[in-house]
């Protein structure tokens, strides 16, 4: 009898042991995770990384009209250095013209844009934000070229008055040539070489008709540039993407006894 239960003792601690890492082997269940984020992100699209502040729209809009205007505010030294080099050669080269031509010709860009619009190409923006956009532009540029003026009092260089820093002419076409720039530069370069072109040769008539020393003209092309880009950068388009006004365009034309005309078409969109 002791020995039946012995072999039976035997037996069972044996068949024991064999099963013991066959359950080993069974895996645990795992341990319990966070589930109060399971919905955060429930794609898995990982998070657009950030630029660095260097790429950033707001120092891309700065860069150029920041270095036009701290060359502009370091060379103004009025009548020396640099400055009075700039003004003999100039009046050396060319003589002076009629200060109405440059009073023009400053908004010479606008007229591009309007010609360029009534011919039926399409600009970034529709025409009254564009518009939105020139109005804030301007009040920018004339609030902060006039505001510089009064404090830095810097004297004309034939000595008319104290309001030379920045000049307000440059800041102006290069308002507008920025403009231009901006709403047609996905059509076509050329549009913003002529208009920046036009704001260029304003720019020399004021240094031709020594109503301005070369610093400020670069400082007041700077300001002018700044202030396109700070409109931008602040304007919401309040209509979406519709197009508003585009579907109106105007072209000239000659009638049959070769009196000349204007064409006017609409285009309803749908």
Do not use: C
């Not at 009898?1 to 042991?17: E, G, P």
């Not at 009025?78 to 009629?98: C, H, L, M, T, Y």
């Not at 505001?147 to 102006?172: I, M």
């Not at 070369?214 to 540039?225: C, K, L, R």
């Amino acid at each position: 009898m002791r020995s039946q239960l012995f072999s039976f003792l035997t037996s069972f601690f044996l068949l024991t042991a064999s099963l013991g890492p066959a359950f080993a082997q069974v895996p645990t269940a795992p341990p319990a995770t966070d589930t109060t984020k399971k919905y955060a992100n429930p794609g898995g699209v990982s998070s657009a990384v950030k630029a660095p502040w260097y790429k950033s729209k707001l120092v891309k809009a700065v860069a150029i009209p920041a270095v036009l205007i701290t060359y502009g505010a370091i060379t103004a030294q009025g009548d020396a250095g640099i400055n009075q080099r700039n003004r003999e050669f100039v009046q050396k080269q060319f003589r002076p013209v009629s200060t109405g031509f440059d009073n023009t010709l400053i908004i010479a860009p606008y007229f591009e844009l309007a010609a360029v619009a009534l011919a039926g190409v399409e600009s970034r923006n529709d025409r009254i934000n564009t518009l939105l956009i020139i109005a804030k532009g301007e009040a920018i540029m004339l609030a902060s070229t006039f505001a510089v003026k009064y404090l830095a009092k810097e004297t004309r260089p034939d000595g008319s008055d104290n309001l030379s820093f920045p000049s307000g002419h440059t800041a102006q076409a290069f308002l507008a040539a920025s403009i231009v720039h901006t709403e047609f530069r996905d059509k076509s370069q050329w549009y913003g070489i002529g208009a920046y072109t036009i704001a260029t040769s304003v720019a020399a008539l004021r240094m031709i008709n020594d109503k301005h020393w070369q610093s400020d003209v670069v400082a007041g092309a700077g300001f002018g540039i700044l202030s396109a880009h700070l409109a931008y950068l602040s304007h919401r388009n309040r209509w979406g993407r519709k197009s508003i006004g585009r579907d109106v365009g105007l072209s000239p034309t000659y009638f049959g006894n070769g009196t000349p005309g204007m064409t006017i078409s609409w285009r309803p969109t749908k």
